[in-house]
Nanobody
């Protein structure tokens, strides 16, 4: 499974962005996909996950506080993360990751496939 994140960029505080993660390869094995983010010098932190089953169960990190929405379009093999009400501390490289089991896990070690990240910079 190959993953490629895109959609990052520079946005002002309070603004919005939509991140995309295109999946290719043996995507039929994927049970759940998630987003992580990493600030330079800090550990990567989990943001949200969604299962690939019909309906798509979601789970978010506490810090999201209703500002972000994860979704997926199975027909397009694409995962999305809508970022709203962005703050300076949301500045990070955002990564998408996939796991074969339908887990809504925050643990990096549970994810088997990772894509390159996309940088989101929030300016004040």
């Amino acid at each position: 499974v190959q993953l490629q994140a895109s959609g990052g960029g520079l946005v002002q505080t309070g603004g919005s962005l939509r991140l995309s993660c295109a999946a290719s390869g043996s995507i039929f094995v994927v049970g759940a996909i998630g987003w992580y983010r990493q600030v330079p010098g800090k550990q990567r932190e989990w943001v949200a996950s969604i299962t690939t089953t019909i309906g798509g169960t979601t789970k978010y990190a506490d810090f999201v506080q209703g500002r972000f929405t994860i979704s997926r379009d199975n027909a397009k093999n694409t995962l999305y993360l809508d970022l709203n009400t962005l703050a300076s501390w949301d500045t990070a490289v955002y990564y998408c990751a996939a796991v074969q089991q339908p887990l809504l896990s925050p643990l990096e070690s549970d994810y088997e496939y990772w894509g390159r990240g996309t940088l989101v910079t929030v300016s004040s």
